[in-house]
């Protein structure tokens, strides 16, 4: 075995390998966080005048029995008032917790029993009596309400007269000693300070929060109106009206849906640049959104330049009024299209853009699809999807309706049937009808007219004409007038 040992450090040495010692890793020590010591019983605003009050009937007490004008009962009073505070304040722990508000007030309502049983018991002298009054008063005050104000001064009413029949107290009228007055008062006057210190302290600290609270709601309600552009203003307001619950739920409901788009667009992408396009794009959107915000609509989606919205959900006027309103929208947009390519033609846009629309009524799947994280609250359906294929089916400037909707409408639309059409995914040919205008807007008094030509374009509605305009747009059309008659025509 020895000479085993010396071979194997003979061939260590020589094949010069040196065996360090292994380092034996230690543990880190973790620091502990020292924990804030939590004291289970806190000093409080309610403890600390209690305390007080009790100190100062327990001084006046003392001053009361050493001038010989109280009695040796009140030894039993001084030490029940240097006691009371605490022992309350140990005993009422375990429930504070639960029934914090009940607690206090059962307090108080004990203190206001021995303040007027140690009114009864100082003999009613007029001095003390007034000052421990003035205490008790603004120790009631602290309760809130009314009733609860009157019913300490009941309980303290019925502290003096259970103090009158129980004990055999001869009630002196007399001024108690100067010395007991300057006690009482300086007991009151440091209770009313510091009364008056904690509710300015709290007064202090409302008035914190009441700011911090606004400033709070302030910055949320600017992050709602932030977020309220990413949803159609009807289901932003479901939702924060806690009408409708942010979950994956569905359900069925007979909708009016309406689809449109732009013919032309596609040809003026490849005309003018991107920033331009989008120009174009947004300011189209952005009017054709306040005339479906007009009307109730609630606009589902925005894809491209085609626009998806829909009557019936959140909020219905019901089936028929909802048809009304949309074709009557329909309508509108239309009409408000002469103005924006009038608007274009000025800024050098040369293709002449025109929407097309269709509208079906039907019943729809209506709410909230997607996933638990990501949410859409949109519409899905055949009758959502007949909606689409008009759209595709109409012409520049045409709206079609589906027959649901046009016997929803024709009494107050003026319609032309104008055939059917083999809708994809559709297996019988589906009727369509072209929009005309509203009745009331057709006949000799019609409330809107519109004229359009090469460098002239006009659009009337009498029913937003005010009656102080009338007189100014009478003479800018005979301006018009004037200057078209007056001018040489180019040959």
Not at 317 to 322: E, I, L, Q
Not at 348 to 364: A, F, Q, S, V
Not at 386 to 393: D, F, I, Q, Y
Not at 424 to 430: A, C, I, L, M, N
Request: with cysteine; glycine share 6%; hydrophobic share 40%.
């Amino acid at each position: 075995m020895a000479t085993a040992l010396a071979n194997s450090r003979i061939n260590n040495k020589n094949n010069g390998v040196q065996r360090k010692p292994q380092q034996v890793k230690r543990p880190v020590p973790v620091k502990k966080k020292p924990q804030p010591q939590v004291d289970s019983f806190p000093l409080t605003p309610e403890y600390n005048a209690r305390t007080i009050a009790y100190l100062t009937f327990a001084g006046s007490s003392i001053v009361g029995v050493y001038s010989g004008f109280l009695s040796s009962f009140f030894y039993l009073v001084i030490a029940f008032s240097l006691l009371y505070p605490h022992l309350a304040r140990v005993m009422s722990a375990p429930l504070r917790d639960k029934y914090p508000s009940q607690v206090v007030y059962t307090l108080i309502l004990f203190d206001a029993v021995f303040y007027g049983a140690m009114l009864v018991l100082m003999g009613l002298s007029p001095i003390p009596t007034l000052l421990l009054l003035i205490m008790a008063n603004a120790s009631f005050i602290t309760v809130g309400s009314i009733i609860s104000y009157i019913l300490c001064l009941s309980f303290l009413g019925m502290g003096a007269v259970g103090a009158w029949y129980v004990f055999p107290v001869t009630i002196d009228t007399n001024d108690a000693p100067q010395i007991m007055g300057y006690a009482c008062g300086l007991g009151v006057g440091i209770y009313v300070a510091v009364t008056a210190f904690y509710s300015n302290q709290q007064a202090r600290q409302i008035n914190e929060a009441s700011v911090e609270l606004q400033s709070k709601n302030e910055q949320y309600r600017d992050l709602s109106r932030k977020l309220s552009k990413y949803v159609s203003p009807q289901v932003w307001q479901t939702i924060f009206s806690g009408k409708k619950d942010v979950k994956l739920e569905t359900q069925r409901k007979k909708l009016v849906v309406f689809f449109s788009d732009i013919k032309g667009f596609t040809a003026l992408s490849e005309e003018i640049e991107a920033e331009n396009l989008t120009e174009i794009l947004n300011t189209y959107l952005t009017d054709m959104s306040k005339i479906a915000l007009k009307y109730g609509g609630t606009i589902d989606k925005f894809i491209g330049d085609a626009v998806m919205v829909f009557f019936g959900d959140p909020e219905t006027k019901g089936t028929k009024k909802d048809a009304q309103a949309c074709v009557s929208m329909a309508i509108e947009m239309r009409r408000h299209m002469r103005v924006l390519r009038q608007r274009w033609r000025a800024q050098g846009i040369k293709t002449p853009l025109e929407i097309r629309m269709g509208i079906n009524t039907g019943y729809c799947t209506v709410g909230n699809f997607g996933a638990e994280n990501r949410m859409d609250y949109t519409i899905i359906g055949k009758e959502v999807n007949l909606a689409a294929r008009l759209e595709s089916a109409s012409e520049a400037g045409e709206i079609l309706l589906s027959y649901e909707t046009f016997s929803l409408v024709q009494d107050t639309i003026l319609c032309r049937e104008k055939g059917q059409i083999r809708a994809k995914g559709f297996s019988r040919p589906v009727p369509i009808y072209q929009v005309v205008d509203h009745r009331k807007d057709l006949g000799s008094k019609q409330s809107f007219s519109e004229f359009e030509f090469d460098g002239f374009s006009m659009h009337l509605d009498m029913e937003k004409v005010k009656n102080y305009d009338r007189d100014k747009i009478i003479e800018a059309l005979r301006k018009v007038q004037k200057s078209i008659k007056e001018t040489t025509p180019f040959q």
